[in-house]
């Protein structure tokens, strides 16, 4: 990967990767491009505390991650939350890789839903103050306007958010909906001729037999 810059810039994408899909792709290329990052860490999440339904497991989760972000330079499967016990928060990443690159300038990758959500994060407020937020509105049905300030949760409406936006083309791709497919025998991960999650992501879940039993 190189040797890293004196003052690194460190993206951070966390997320369930179950399946990881173009649009998980797209958004990590975009963060790499558009931030300049000299590093960008995939991560996949432990035992999310916002997640009603049962992961697929971390073994599966973190080698689809590996096929499917394989192609992008500077990027690197972080499997750290997955070795977590008790639930994961985002605050304890930050603070860990903050204490490996301790001249860092660190951004959190997040999607424009989770920033509607993002003051029922635990810490929040010490999140923003360890990292820059990097919003990606990737999804066609919710509009840029999600992304201004008077669409913002109330209560982050009087604090100083550092705040870029990531320039994307509209994706609108639901792992809940792949999951869903998948059921239904959709194993080489193409849908009406376009490919939702890589080929090598595909073989994997047809190899391992994996959603036929999840909502």
Same mark, same amino acid.
């Given at each position: 990967?190189?040797?890293?810059?004196?003052?690194?810039?460190?993206?951070?994408?966390?997320?369930?990767?179950?399946?990881?899909? $173009? &649009?998980?792709?797209?958004?990590?290329?975009?963060?790499?491009?558009?931030? *300049?990052? %000299?590093? !960008?860490?995939?991560? /996949? #999440?432990?035992?999310?505390?916002?997640?009603?339904?049962?992961?697929?497991?971390?073994?599966?989760?973190?080698?689809?991650?590996?096929?499917?972000?394989?192609?992008?330079?500077?990027?690197?499967?972080?499997?750290?939350?997955?070795?977590?016990?008790?639930?994961?928060?985002?605050?304890?990443?930050?603070?860990? $890789? &903050?204490?490996?690159?301790?001249?860092?300038?660190?951004?959190?990758?997040? *999607?424009? %839903?989770? !920033?509607?959500?993002? /003051? #029922?994060?635990?810490?929040?407020?010490?999140?923003?103050?360890?990292?820059?937020?990097?919003?990606?509105?990737?999804?066609?049905?919710?509009?840029?306007?999600?992304?201004?300030?008077?669409?913002?949760?109330?209560?982050?409406?009087?604090?100083?958010?550092?705040?870029?936006?990531?320039?994307?083309?509209?994706?609108?791709?639901?792992?809940?909906?792949?999951?869903?497919?998948?059921?239904?025998?959709?194993? %080489?991960?193409?849908?009406?001729?376009?490919?939702?999650?890589?080929?090598?992501?595909?073989?994997?879940?047809?190899?391992?037999?994996?959603?036929?039993?999840?909502?």
């Amino acid at each position: 990967m190189g040797v890293m810059p004196v003052h690194p810039r460190i993206g951070l994408y966390g997320g369930a990767f179950d399946p990881p899909h $173009v &649009a998980h792709h797209a958004v990590a290329q975009a963060a790499l491009g558009q931030l *300049g990052l %000299d590093l !960008l860490l995939i991560i /996949p #999440t432990g035992q999310a505390w916002h997640k009603s339904r049962p992961l697929t497991s971390a073994e599966h989760r973190l080698a689809m991650a590996r096929l499917a972000f394989a192609d992008l330079p500077r990027t690197r499967v972080d499997e750290r939350e997955l070795h977590r016990t008790g639930p994961t928060y985002t605050i304890d990443t930050l603070a860990e $890789v &903050a204490a490996e690159h301790p001249d860092a300038e660190l951004f959190l990758i997040v *999607g424009a %839903d989770q !920033l509607q959500q993002f /003051p #029922t994060w635990h810490r929040w407020q010490d999140i923003l103050s360890r990292a820059t937020l990097a919003v990606a509105n990737r999804a066609e049905h919710i509009g840029t306007d999600a992304l201004s300030p008077a669409h913002r949760p109330s209560n982050l409406s009087a604090v100083e958010i550092p705040f870029v936006t990531l320039a994307m083309a509209p994706l609108n791709v639901s792992a809940t909906a792949l999951r869903r497919h998948m059921q239904q025998d959709w194993l %080489d991960g193409v849908l009406d001729d376009v490919p939702l999650v890589s080929p090598a992501v595909a073989g994997y879940i047809s190899t391992h037999n994996l959603y036929q039993n999840h909502s």
